[in-house]
Nanobody
Framework: QVQLVESGGGLVQPGGSLRLSCAAS????????MGWYRQAPGKQRELVAY???????NYADPAKGRFTISRDNAKNTVYLQMNGLKAEDAAVYYCYFGDLSQARDYWGQGTQVTVSS
């Protein structure tokens, strides 16, 4: 059982920056993946970025060069630093935790990111 608490969403202007945080608690195995997905109105949920317990990262094309995912293992927390935000980045961002040992997925409640002038 894993619980995820997201924070950091809000309203920013185009070109601005925002940092999302996701803290995991509960039964955390040593082999896992954590990341961020997003869902905009009228669109399917899509991967933004993820990081594994081994430190490997992966970014979706729209996030490459602008977003950075990182982690603090001591706090079981993953971060998403978003720079150069565009209107098309506006969405509900969901934290994801994948327990690779048990093949179980967990999702946060989501945090709203709005990009507007």
């Amino acid at each position: 059982q894993v619980q995820l608490v997201e924070s950091g969403g809000g309203l920013v202007q185009p070109g601005g920056s925002l940092r999302l945080s996701c803290a995991a608690s509960g039964s955390i195995d040593s082999i896992y993946a954590m990341g961020w997905y997003r869902q905009a109105p009228g669109k399917q949920r899509e991967l933004v970025a993820y990081i594994t317990s081994a430190g490997s990262t992966n970014y979706a094309d729209p996030a490459k060069g602008r977003f950075t995912i990182s982690r603090d293992n001591a706090k079981n927390t993953v971060y998403l630093q978003m720079n150069g935000l565009k209107a098309e980045d506006a969405a509900v961002y969901y934290c994801y935790f994948g327990d690779l040992s048990q093949a179980r997925d967990y999702w946060g409640q989501g945090t709203q990111v709005t990009v507007s002038s």
